[in-house]
């Protein structure tokens, strides 16, 4: 768990870190921000909908819940999908779906029909988006992975500062249904970062992929259980499931939590403006410092101190008790949030490897979806019960420094130690000493320097042959020259 799997060699294709890569990269950026921002920023036409289906606020705020419980739940559904017919056909396919679900809430009559078709349609649409988007950035990037993930992560923030103002005009100007009618059409563009996702040829002179010894590789299974053998995985996924629970509870009630303090409605909503803006830059500057050369073979630890981090800006954040502070809470909060969104998957690219990376996402996110509708909603109760914002914070900074210490103590006991690497060997993971990092490391520099065509002397062929004969090898006639 505390580094990088080893994916490439003679068995797969080799990443190109670059090329098309990037026009992946620039897919898989609007297709996470489409993927978090959409389900906020539908909630710019909530009153509009409680005044036209006489509904309350807990009825329209089950879309949100149930396009974030699509997205994260219907995980091994994309992984099966995905090893079946390719990340491009679902991710075309998933484009139309999100459109179309927008599409038919426009002619709803009722907030059921709005449930069915933003909250399933649309939400199983950009699920079906966004897992595949990030394997795709897997088997693209290697070395600059971690760059690679701290940008694509970008788009979360960004996307969400440009949504919600656009959904506000479209509102003012066309009301909710004109709205979904457009944004209908705006999320048709998946299907155009969808054919961004070309696969992955290998290049001239490169052979196709062989199995350990020479051997022909079994058919890729269509969900990969067997990541629950990998050590790294199962305190991975214990502790992300962990700080899942408390991570979200901030940025939902940090508005309310002004509000309460006597602050105006519009100063209110500027923290979340503030917490997203410095959101936009902590990401890929940490993409940037997890792809160091002496870090990333540590990025677990880094990840696993940015969960802390964003713990004790929790706990700290508790006793805030004027806007300043709330404001200086959103700032600190930003930028472990950000540091956060740009390491979590690619702490689990690394756990895996590319060939089990398409399961374990799926698996992972639904743990995941699994936590994030007990989180905020336990958050409401403890709120409810005591009328003080203090708690709810205090509980979300306990869960999510609890996770930090599971991903830290469970890498440093049963993964590796200090100064470890992990390396996936035919589908096993196995820590490496420092001779065994440099022997890798040669063998990888051989195979990528490797020329394309080797011409061989006959002469020598001939003296090696008899070499080899006279030292007791095998004597043939075919080659006893």
């Not at 409680?50 to 994260?72: K, P, R």
């Not at 800006?313 to 540091?339: E, K, Q, R």
């Not at 070499?467 to 095998?474: A, H, K, L, P």
Request: proline share 5%.
């Amino acid at each position: 768990m505390g580094g990088a799997a080893v994916d490439q060699g003679p068995g797969r294709v080799q990443a190109p870190d670059g090329g098309w890569g990037w026009a992946v990269l620039f897919g898989c950026f609007v297709i996470t921000g489409f993927s978090y921002a959409f389900p906020k920023a539908v909630s710019v036409f909530f009153k509009e909908l409680i005044q036209e289906f006489g509904v309350g606020y807990s009825d329209t705020a089950w879309i949100s819940s149930i396009l974030l419980a699509m997205l994260y739940g219907t995980g091994p559904l994309c992984s099966v999908l995905v090893n079946r017919f390719g990340c491009r056909p679902v991710m075309m396919v998933g484009g139309l779906f999100a459109a179309l679900g927008m599409i038919l809430a426009s002619f709803s009559t009722t907030i059921v029909h709005i449930y069915l078709s933003t909250g399933i349609i649309t939400g199983l649409g950009l699920a079906l988006n966004f897992q595949p988007s990030l394997i795709m950035l897997n088997r693209y990037f290697s070395e600059r992975r971690p760059l690679a993930n701290g940008l694509a992560a970008a788009g979360s923030p960004v996307a969400l500062c440009c949504l919600s103002p656009f959904g506000q005009a479209l509102q003012h100007h066309f009301g909710w249904r004109g709205g979904f009618l457009i944004l209908g059409g705006v999320l048709l563009n998946c299907c155009v970062c969808g054919a961004l996702m070309r696969p992955l040829e290998p290049r001239r002179g490169q052979p196709s992929a062989p199995g350990p010894g020479g051997k022909k590789r079994p058919p890729a299974k269509l969900l990969d259980f067997s990541v629950f053998r990998n050590r790294g995985f199962l305190v991975y996924t214990l502790g992300v499931s962990t700080m899942v629970l408390g991570l979200f509870i901030p940025p939902v009630f940090v508005v309310s939590f002004a509000k309460a303090l006597g602050n105006t409605d519009t100063s209110s909503a500027l923290l979340l403006t503030i917490l997203g803006f410095i959101d936009i830059f902590a990401r890929p500057t940490c993409g940037v410092v997890a792809g160091l050369r002496w870090v990333r073979p540590r990025c677990v630890y880094l990840f696993s101190f940015a969960v802390l981090f964003n713990g004790t800006t929790d706990l700290v954040g508790s006793m805030c008790a004027s806007y300043a502070n709330l404001v200086v809470f959103c700032v600190f909060f930003g930028v472990s949030y950000g540091m956060v969104g740009a390491l979590q998957f690619e702490v689990l690219m690394a756990l895996v490897g590319t060939d089990k990376f398409s399961s374990a996402i799926g698996l992972v996110l639904l743990v995941e979806a699994i936590a994030v509708l007990v989180g905020p909603p336990s958050a409401g109760l403890l709120l409810d019960s005591t009328g003080s914002y203090m708690y709810a914070f205090l509980m979300a900074g306990s869960l999510v420094v609890l996770s930090a210490l599971i991903l830290a103590v469970g890498n440093f006991l049963f993964i590796g130690g200090r100064g470890r690497e992990l390396a996936v060997v035919a589908g096993e993971t196995e820590p490496l000493t420092e001779r065994g990092r440099e022997e890798a490391r040669r063998e990888r520099l051989l195979w990528e320097t490797r020329p394309i065509s080797i011409h061989v002397d006959c002469a020598e062929v001939e003296r090696f042959l008899r070499e080899d004969w006279w030292r007791g090898g095998d004597s043939s006639s075919e080659t006893c020259l």
